[in-house]
């Protein structure tokens, strides 16, 4: 009896070492992963696949990881199939775990979740019909792994994001309104305190929960303090993660804090300009110019301003499409002339008045640029 009974300790302790061992490894993959360390992160997640083969974690987050490459660059498409191929391999994995076993919370969590982000990524592509059939599909398998571990918070996430977007997204994209009647019914506020759940007492979602709840209280709800709360955390636990940076650069313009809107913007450029994994995009790049030179312009630096405009015309000038030129774009040649006209350099000025008028209309650019020629003229 004694001897079964220290075998059954020992098989005991053994499971929890095992536990301890997992959880430890796949917590310091997904910080490499949010700290944009891609290839301390692969090896990571490959040497949990080598010693937990049964376990879908480590597919799950090394296809994490090509998801998070298209976070930093999300004008590039080049990762997508790829993103989507390894998590059709999480997929079929968990069926298989199913298959012996349909009620292992593993397996239909990770399962409900590779689903989640191939919804995510084909909303993210603008295929809505795909992206809302992903989100129904996930639904229920989530719902039963939280049925199985009620006290998962991880799970807590899917819940969270889908009870928030299904009941504001038909508000804010009404042409994805009568898609919804074969879905149900969305709670904001419940969706909201499912994330916070997620964000505080989850175990491998919790920065996830925390990004969604900053971009929510930015985009829809307008609660700036909050937003800023949760780009806080983010930065704090990851200062050299590009786009929790940006995020938070962003609030700042909002707040209209331009001291920290240029103490944010001055430190992605420099991480760009120092070859940083992840800030060296036109997008990123494009972003801090605009906002450097902007704060720069407000000051009256003006020859200094032009400088930042010109960079971030030349970087838009590489991912914007003829007749899509973005607003950063825009808004940085209506500077550069405004700059050029207050300088008394009326030729450059009317050129590049000019040259707004045959980008697209954004805002009132071309309203602006008109006026401002004939102003020009009458005062030749």
């Not at 009896?1 to 075998?7: G, S, V």
């Not at 298989?96 to 689903?115: C, R, S, T, W, Y």
């Amino acid at each position: 009896m004694k001897k079964i009974l220290l075998f059954i300790l020992l098989f005991s302790f053994s499971i929890l070492a095992q536990s301890s061992d997992f959880d430890s490894r796949v917590s310091e993959g997904i910080k490499q992963i949010y700290n944009i360390k891609f290839t301390e992160a692969e090896k990571t997640f490959r040497s949990v696949m080598a010693d937990y083969p049964q376990h879908p974690a480590g597919r799950f987050f090394l296809a994490m990881i090509d998801w998070w490459k298209i976070m930093l660059d999300q004008d590039n498409e080049s990762y997508d199939e790829n993103f989507f191929q390894k998590l059709e391999d999480v997929i079929y994995q968990c069926d298989q775990i199913l298959k012996k076993n349909p009620e292992d919370v593993d397996a239909l969590f990770f399962k409900g979740g590779a689903i989640g982000f191939r919804g995510r990524l084909r909303a993210l592509r603008e295929s809505w019909l795909k992206a809302a059939d992903d989100g129904r599909e996930a639904l229920p398998i989530v719902e039963e792994a939280s049925a199985l571990d009620p006290d998962n918070m991880d799970v807590q996430l899917g819940f969270g994001i889908y009870n928030y977007y299904a009941d504001v997204i038909p508000n804010e994209y009404p042409i994805l309104k009568p898609l919804m009647i074969f879905f149900p019914r969305g709670d904001k506020e419940k969706g909201i305190q499912q994330l916070k759940n997620t964000a505080y007492n989850g175990k491998f979602a919790k920065y996830e929960a925390q990004y969604f709840l900053m971009t929510l209280y930015y985009r829809y709800e307008n609660n700036l303090t909050l937003a800023d709360d949760y780009a806080k955390m983010l930065t704090e636990s990851f200062p050299d993660n590009p786009s929790f940076e940006k995020w938070r650069g962003r609030i700042a313009v909002r707040n209209g804090d331009y001291k920290l809107v240029d103490s944010i913007f001055n430190s992605v450029l420099s991480k760009a300009d120092e070859n940083f994994p992840g800030y060296n995009t036109p997008g990123s790049i494009r972003e801090a110019a605009y906002y450097i030179g902007t704060n720069l312009r407000n000051n009256g630096y003006l020859d200094s301003a032009k400088v930042y405009f010109q960079r971030c015309i030349q970087e838009s000038q590489k991912i914007d499409k003829t007749g899509e030129e973005s607003g950063f774009q825009v808004n940085a040649y209506i500077y550069l002339a405004q700059i050029e006209e207050t300088m008394g350099r009326k030729s450059e000025a009317i050129r590049l008045y000019e040259k707004i008028l045959n980008l697209r209309d954004y805002g009132r650019s071309h309203s602006i640029a008109e006026n401002s020629l004939k102003n020009l003229e009458m005062n030749r």
